[in-house]
């Protein structure tokens, strides 16, 4: 896997991941480390304030999607199958962090459990989500 071509198609080659500002933070094989960094666009209850749970669920799509992608082949294609993300605590107006691990990887199926939490308390998880994705092999 060429981890600089895959560290530019998430912070540059996709449009929705550039504006939110999807940073890398680590990639390695199997794994993958993602940070949003706060804008006040991302805020869903300004009486607390807290982060939309858009954004999760986003940034745990786009992490575990990737952390899949690393153990494939550059050519290959990656889509969600399933999401599931568990709420756990308000994100706070700060930037967020996720982190992928695979947990399965077959042919053409990729199983991906992702944590996120906020910069202030990175040992306080705000979400956790399981994903399942397609692998749809290039040439």
Known sequence: MDFDRLREIIEEGLPFNKWLGIKVAELAEGRVRLRIPFKPELIGDPRRPALHGGVLSTLVDVTG????????HLEDRI???????DYLRPAGAQDLYAEAEVRLLGNRVGNAHVMLWSADAPD???AVG??????????
């Open 130 to 139: 399981r994903a399942v994705y397609n692998i749809r092999r290039g040439k």
């Open 124 to 126: 306080r998880h705000v």
């Open 65 to 72: 999607g990737f952390a899949v992608w690393t153990s494939c």
């Open 79 to 85: 889509a969600t199958i399933d999401l599931s993300v």
